[in-house]
């Protein structure tokens, strides 16, 4: 494995980790700083591996955006004991309150984004409650910008080129789309760097609104309410710990939980396992930039055993029956078009 520093021009320096043997490359860098901190980091991946690679991604409060150049992820909740694969080229996450189980041949080239919800809102120029608990086909969301932005990405020569190109056109959608409430930013932050231990009151009262409001805000501009958020909150919290093996009773306590069984029921609930299946998962996986976690300092995923299967029956192709009526997203041209595909991700 190497691990390097390579110069990105706008976007300033990129990490490029790899296998001396050419069968992997993850490239990471920091998006322009007019997009910052909405915009929370960009990731470039290019594998050609022997083997299927599959992830556990857990819920996290964030947006994320898959540009998947030739090949399909294929894609199943936990929510269900017998989940409905999915299979996307492009995808949009919304935030989900439950975990999602990603898998690929082995073979994938592409970009990924990692966005705030609120910048979320302002950059599909899409009400984020569409996309709860959501897994949708970004070409659906974002029109046919998505399939222009993912052509120009795959036809340029390098990543530097790629993350520049890719910070020019979020930063032209960014101008374009409507403003989210500097409340709802204010809020998030707070219940964020609380770890969703602060009282829903208390967030309401602090930017001055009732809770009704607060609510009607945060389904608009996050896509969870904000009870639904602080759950992602504090599970987040407890992830680190848990992963350091500390007695599950003192993290509850730690992380607002009302006692041990609370921490266990929720860990299942957003999972689909329990505490001592994920820690046997995670630390069997190893370290390294295969198994490196999406956003720096949060728990985003821990890879699986390859012959785990309930991905390997039937992956049937997104069905158009999959519909969320009202949805518009806008194109480069302002065109709008409703959402036909996608995933319920959580129960």
Known sequence: MTTTGIPGGNMGLMTRHACPQGKWEVVEAVPG?????????????????????RRLEVPVGLVTVVL????????????????????LTSLVAGVRTCATVGEHDGHLHGMEVMLEPWAAFTLFDTPLRELKNRIVDASDLLDTRVRRLTDALASTADWAGRFALLDFVLGR??????????HVVRAWQLLTRSGGMVSIAKLADD????ERQLERRFAEQI??????AARIMRFQR????????????????????????HLNREFMSMTGRTISQFLVEHHTTGSGPLVRQRVAGEVTSVPLPSD?????????PH????????????GLQGSRSTIRKGSESCA
Request: contains cysteine; charged residues 20%.
């Open 33 to 53: 700083r007019r997009l910052r901190p909405g915009v929370r980091c960009y990731r470039g991946f290019h594998f050609t591996l022997d083997e299927v690679r």
């Open 319 to 330: 069905d158009p029956g999959f519909s969320v009526p009202g949805l518009a997203g806008r």
């Open 238 to 261: 407890a992830m680190p710990k848990l992963l350091t093996r500390a007695p599950a009773a003192e993290i509850a306590a730690l992380c607002g939980y009302s006692d041990q069984a």
């Open 308 to 316: 785990v299967g309930f991905l390997q029956e039937s992956i049937t």
């Open 68 to 87: 998947n150049f030739d090949r399909e992820l294929r894609l199943a909740s936990t929510s269900s004991a017998a989940p409905t694969p999915l299979s």
């Open 223 to 228: 896509g969870q309410l904000p009870k639904a």
């Open 173 to 182: 959608w960014w101008a374009a789309g409507p403003a989210c409430s500097p």
């Open 207 to 210: 930017v001055g609104w009732s």
